[in-house]
């Protein structure tokens, strides 16, 4: 058997998701459709982490068993062939039989993307989140410091977490604003976080507190404060998830 490790870009506005789930039409539904009609196996994947309905992702990674002997070279285009336009497999590679999509990755990027403006972008609607007041950006990237390091993320995390341990190291955490040629007097804002791994809607909830803290409703340092009381309730709403993408997943050479 071969251990075949894919990445993947996708739009995710018109799935339910990335993992499979009983009302279906989710990414993990099509790309293991198209690899049972390319290979007649049915063959189920493991990717490094499930993206919400309506969340993109530029770089997801996933893994696979087969004992298909398809060309390397041949697999992104022949399984393309078989997904719909809004998801792409960009990447196709052999790896060891110990290999796993999400044990084995190392960390993890997301980013979310603001329009800041008073009109919204139509053509980028579904992939951004429109903010129309304006936003204190350097009120957000002070915030946005006191989540580096090792810390319990509690508090920016959805009750419906399973995972046991709620502790997480983040490596970065950034802000990059931009001007929007398109969009007269807007600007984008791209929330870029990279950790070794993340809860259930952890970016989005940090990112519905920094919005708040953009808006001048909290202070900066009102960030380490809703950190150490590991209470989901002291921070903001949970942003909106068509302005979030899994950017980049790294894995040991």
């Keep these: 058997m071969r251990n075949i490790c894919m990445t993947v870009s996708y739009d995710g506005t018109a799935y339910n998701g990335f993992q499979t789930q ?3 039409n989710t990414i993990q539904d099509h ?5 049972h009609m390319l290979t007649g196996e049915r063959i189920p994947i493991t990717a490094s982490g499930r993206t919400d309905a309506g969340v993109h992702a530029r770089g997801q990674v996933l893994n696979f068993h087969t004992a298909s002997q398809i060309p390397l070279e041949r697999w ?25 999509a999400r044990r084995s990755a190392l960390q993890k990027t997301y980013r979310y993307t603001i329009l800041n ?30 989540l580096l390091g090792e810390h319990d993320f ?31 007097n807007s600007t984008r804002l791209y929330i870029e976080i990279t950790g070794n791994g993340f809860l259930y809607n952890m970016v989005r909830i940090i ?33 909106m998830a068509h302005g979030l993408m899994l950017w980049e997943v790294l894995y040991p050479e």
């Design 154 to 184: 509690t508090s920016f995390c959805s009750a419906r977490t399973e995972k046991l341990s709620k502790v997480r190291t983040i490596y970065a955490a950034a802000i990059r604003e931009e001007p929007c040629e398109a969009m007269a």
């Design 207 to 239: 990112v519905g507190t920094l919005i708040e803290i953009g808006e001048g409703k909290r202070k900066p340092g009102d960030m380490e404060a809703i950190l150490k009381s590991q209470n989901r309730k002291m921070a903001g709403p949970t942003a």
């Design 117 to 146: 403006g008073k009109y919204k972008d139509v053509f980028r609607r579904n992939m951004e989140y429109h903010h129309y007041s304006p936003l204190d950006v350097s009120a957000m990237r002070e915030a946005l410091r006191h």
């Design 22 to 24: 009983p009302g279906g």
């Design 31 to 35: 790309i293991e459709a198209a690899l």
């Design 76 to 100: 992104c285009m022949a399984i393309n062939s078989r997904l719909p336009d809004d998801i792409q497999v960009t990447d196709a590679r052999e790896v060891s039989e110990e290999f796993h």
